[in-house]
């Protein structure tokens, strides 16, 4: 059964991560270079994928204990709060600098593939992105939710809407939001409910 706070819940917590992550830069650059609707149909598949597997193993992981189970999200928050935060302070020079390191980075291996056909297309934006986002901070983080909530097609709903938004933006107005976006206020302001999560989740534990 679908449980539309749940749903609503992890859009809001995995929206705001991956907006100044790989996820958005990697499509932006996909997107300059290939027709955007099979860009988007790989990118979007290999979120579903991703999304899938966290969210089993976030499954897996309710399996255990309460307490453990709560000391773990507990944690994966915390982690979580802890990058977002630091990415946040850093100077704006600096996280321009690494942007722009990660734009060449995914230019390379779009280079390196000859794409002629839409399934070309569909085939490498979907390598692509699997392989640049496998471990991220979304996939914790959803596999947290998942853990936590005990609701994993809540979580995978949306996890993957809110990853479905990103790309989407990123293939269409990925030039325009990469110049005005403050993303070192969102990175801020996302580690700011991490460590809400994380201290709620803390306190649940103490009171298993």
């Known amino acids: 059964m679908v ?8 859009f809001l917590l995995i929206l705001p991560a991956e907006l100044p992550d790989k996820t958005f830069i990697a499509t932006l650059v996909l997107a300059t270079r290939f027709r955007h609707i099979w860009v988007w149909l790989g990118v979007a598949t290999a979120f579903l994928v991703q999304v899938t597997i966290a969210v089993t193993a976030g499954g897996l992981l309710g399996l255990l204990p309460q307490r453990l189970v709560l000391a773990a999200t507990a944690l994966l928050f915390a982690v979580g709060a802890v ?3 630091r990415g946040g302070l850093a100077s704006r020079a600096a996280e321009q600098e690494a942007e722009s390191e990660e734009a060449d980075e995914i230019e390379q291996k779009v280079s390196e593939r000859e794409v002629t056909t839409p399934w070309r297309t569909f085939t490498v934006s979907f390598v692509i992105l699997f392989t640049a986002e ?21 979580v995978l709903l949306g996890s993957w809407v809110a ?6 933006a990123a293939v269409l107005v990925g030039s325009w939001l990469r110049t005005r976006l403050p993303i070192w206020r969102i990175r801020l302001v996302s580690g700011a409910v991490l460590t809400a999560l994380a ?10």
Do not use: C
């Open 83 to 85: 990058i977002m935060i």
């Open 163 to 168: 990853l479905l938004v990103v790309s989407g």
């Open 3 to 10: 449980d539309l706070a749940i749903v609503a819940t992890t």
């Open 199 to 208: 201290l709620w989740t803390a306190y649940e534990f103490l009171q298993a």
């Open 134 to 154: 496998w471990g991220d901070l979304s996939q914790v983080l959803t596999a947290g939710m998942a853990a936590r909530t005990g609701s994993p097609v809540s």
